[in-house]
């Protein structure tokens, strides 16, 4: 699990057969959440984050964490990367700020191609090349930038001398102080269909706080990593999307009407209609349809089968301002009556 897959075993995952996938299924399930739970137990009250992360990762989907300077934020990034015991070379990670340039994110201009009229960036190392991204401050980067990652996002691609070039992203977390209203990156806003709060834990955990802070540096500083406890490889999140993406693409019987029974899809459309007339939360038909892959997602990575009614509370996390994020995380459960 320590070294970086060829690129045979990237194909053949990219490849693999509903045949080949179902038998493997069950394993990967319980893989998947013996790593999540082991990693929450790194944290304090973290869980919640820790579970949204998983699903975001098998889903595929982005995932923005909102929260002040201090409340781990980082720290949840970095140990899930470890907790995958991904190589270097397939992580990186950068904070923005408005004088980044795109050559510190997408690579350097290649001088020599340069030279030959050319324009094609040296990208090792750097965010095409990367399949764990986590971009901190997202919202403070340029507008060249912003512009490359709504097409990485969206595309999974990047342009090098006009052509459009894949990247190898496959898991993308960003964070952010404070979410802006700015119009102009209501575009990229949209691309997270999940933003999460990040709270801090003083108030409620104070020892434990304490405690578990100590533990964490003191691992660090004597390079141990503790929470890399192997449950589960970057490998077993892709062989999941694959198998989920291979379910969602049959016709007959379609997906929905096999793992979304109409009484929790009755449920679904209130809740999003109430959150659309009550609050005016924009839920753009795009964000609705990664709504439907990550609650299914979410269903069959915590209970293997259709959605319920307690995977509606990933609607909690719909939020695009701060005010929102805050209002929904009491609202949700409390219109599916849960609190």
Known sequence: MTGRPSRDAQEAIAEATMEQLSSQAQALRERINRFRLALGRHFVEKQTLVDLMTVAAVAQEPLLLVGAPGTAKSDLVLKFKDALALPQND??????????????????????????????????????????????????????ILNALLTVINER???????????????????????????????????????????????????????????????????????????????????????????FAKKEPKDREVFFRDEVMREFRRVVRTLVREDEVFISDRK?????????????????????????????????????????????????GFS
């Open 288 to 336: 609705l349809v990664k709504l439907y892959r990550l609650l299914r997602t979410r269903a069959w990575v915590f209970h293997g089968g259709a959605v319920e009614r307690e995977d509606l509370q990933l609607l909690s996390y719909l939020g695009e301002t701060k005010e929102e994020v805050d209002l929904l995380e009491e609202k949700v459960p409390r219109l599916l």
């Open 91 to 144: 992580y990186f990670e950068y904070l923005l700020t408005r004088f980044t340039e795109p050559s510190e994110v997408l690579g350097p201009i290649d001088i020599n191609e340069l030279r030959a009229g050319r324009y094609i960036r040296r990208e090792r190392g750097k965010l095409p090349t990367a399949r764990l991204v986590f971009l901190d401050e997202i919202f403070k980067a340029s507008s060249a």
């Open 157 to 247: 691609k990047f342009y090098q001398d006009g052509l459009a070039v894949p990247v190898n992203l496959k898991i993308l977390f960003a964070a952010t102080n404070e979410i802006p209203e700015s119009a102009e990156l209501a575009a990229l806003k949209d691309r997270f269909c999940l933003k999460a709060a990040c709270r801090s834990v003083q108030e409620t955990h104070f020892v434990e706080l304490l405690d578990a802070g100590i533990e964490s540096t003191t691992a660090r500083d004597l390079n141990n990593r503790p929470w890399a406890e192997g449950h589960a490889s970057l490998d077993d999140f892709l062989k999941a999307h694959r198998y989920l993406t291979l379910l």
